[in-house]
């Protein structure tokens, strides 16, 4: 390619407000292939870049009217939402966020002002990093409406280092906020739970990990306060744990978490007392797979969505087919299932043993409510006891959630069962459905929980999973700008969208670390982190969930051991109590 040419000849197209695309598309595919530095005379990245920021008017000219048209329908987006709110309002069949707001908007009223002002004099709010704006506003406008609290009438508690709700909308903003504007200010950093070493531990890798989350416009760095010991506590108790191959397989966590299991319950450290908290929901099936595989009993704890399991993805199918017999597709979906267990020759002749008991239910449907349908068709496809012959009793414990939930739902709506399978829908593909219901009979078996489920809680021995997982980005396509503004991206983003877009990334980003700090502070003894990061081809390590903290450890050059399978001492030396780590190379 003569690259001089090329530009001179993009120059002069792009100065020409007549040029259309068909004009510079030929110019960009002209020739082959680059060239080399030496025909050029200059590096290909500057060429490249010279190019681009040629091009950048003509792309911004050529893409107007898409811009023009999704900020349109962003308005569009904007007034439906609006419109959906008030008809949710009008049938009675508002949703939590609803309440929210209708609650917010009602306390802007100085009627309701005064007499919530007479009744409460003074409110406290506890895990206030999980509030976001409207629920502040709501709090303040009871004990102070129109003015600023007055001493002692509001009392907001929380730990901006736990917050991890943001797919809730819990904005820590807010709290970051209010706590400026307190006049008052305690911090309580003492630890009654964990053990001196683990303390320490956790101190060392998350004052690094925090500080290194990168500055964003908007979005401040949450402050990491150190944890003090319990004063009762003994010097240098329990221990910590970092886990790492010199090269990483992806098996390599895996094997990580059996070892280690193995390493604590040879300490005479019960099973029920070590608990693996996990990422995500897809890491904890995984997990219960290897242990599985492993014969390592263990107790499921609210790690799995109960309506994404695939007994009851499978009972959702043949519920759609009968909430709507219009739809041939969802029909022949519910008669492949294994409940109903039609094969493709039966499918084809249409002598389908399930049709007759998708008649029978939508026959009944009319005159049942839906706990009923429901009940009836777990019970006619005989699912409890084929899951109770094969064993799955986990599985048998989410078919009766499912239909606890579906006498709830039936005794407070009154709705369909079109409503009910669309509800179930949801709680299969959001982040926040319904978890495995908590059956503790105090089994001795690992407890496996994602991480969010274990807030609150405490365990003896903590081992974290996913660490080794890529860290995909959780920001959203389509969201509310700083100014309030809807902000997407459909073909062409919204002209705020950019900025908007690397916020809600950093502000992803960092949630991750709070998320992994929430983990760690679980440990009541032991902790143990396995970081088995690859290295990318340049030798940096990969992004993946767990590399802020192994480069949290090499920042802090926290001393390395190589024990085989087996936890470290504490270090003697005083001044290594916070960093007890102990790197397996080798199992």
Known sequence: VAVNELITTLSSLCDDPTVDLQ???????????????????????????????????????????????????????????????ALRQRTGSVEYHDMIYLADALLRDEQVQQALLARFHTICVDEFQDTDPAQLRIVRAIVSPGKDPEAGSLFLVGDPKQSIYRFRRADIMTYLQARQDSPDLLKLTTNFRSEDTVIGAVNTLFRHAFGAVEDTEGLPRVPYDDLSTRPEATPNAGSVTLLREEEPTPESEDQDIVAAIRNLHGQELALKDISILCTTHAVARRVMGVLAGEGIPYVSEASTRVYDDEVITQLRTILRAVADPADSFAEVAALRTTLLGSSDEELGARERRGV?????????????????????????????????????????????????????????????????????????????????????????????????????????????????????????????????????????????????SARDKAADAAERIRLLYVAATRAKRHLVIPLEIPRTQGGSYAKRVGTPLLLAAEDAQLPVETRPGVTAAPPQDPALQDAHLVDLKRR
């Open 23 to 85: 004009q510079v598309e030929p110019v960009l595919k002209a020739g082959g292939r680059g060239g080399t530095k030496t025909a050029w005379g200059r590096p290909g990245a500057d060429v490249r870049r010279e190019v681009e920021r040629i091009l950048a008017p003509w792309k911004e000219r050529a893409d107007a009217p898409l811009i023009r048209a999704v900020t349109v329908l962003r308005r569009v987006v904007a007034a439906v939402v609006l419109r959906d709110a």
């Open 356 to 500: 007759e008991k998708l008649q029978a239910w939508r026959s009944a449907a009319a005159a049942m409510t839906v706990a009923d349908l429901i009940d009836m068709v777990i019970a006619d496809t005989e699912l409890p006891q084929s899951l109770a012959a094969s064993g799955q009793l986990e599985r048998l414990a989410r078919v009766r959630f499912v239909q606890d939930h579906a006498r709830r739902f039936s005794a407070e709506t009154h709705r369909d069962l079109r409503d009910f399978v669309r509800w179930a829908d949801q709680q299969a593909s959001s982040r926040d459905g319904a978890g495995d219901p908590i059956l503790d009979d105090g089994t001795d078996g690992v407890r496996i929980m994602t991480i969010h489920a274990s807030k609150g809680r405490e365990f003896e021995a903590v081992i974290l999973a996913g660490m080794a997982g890529s860290a995909p980005s959780r920001a959203d396509r389509i969201g509310i700008g700083g100014d309030g503004v809807i902000e997407t991206k459909i073909g062409v983003p919204t002209p705020g969208y950019e900025h908007f």
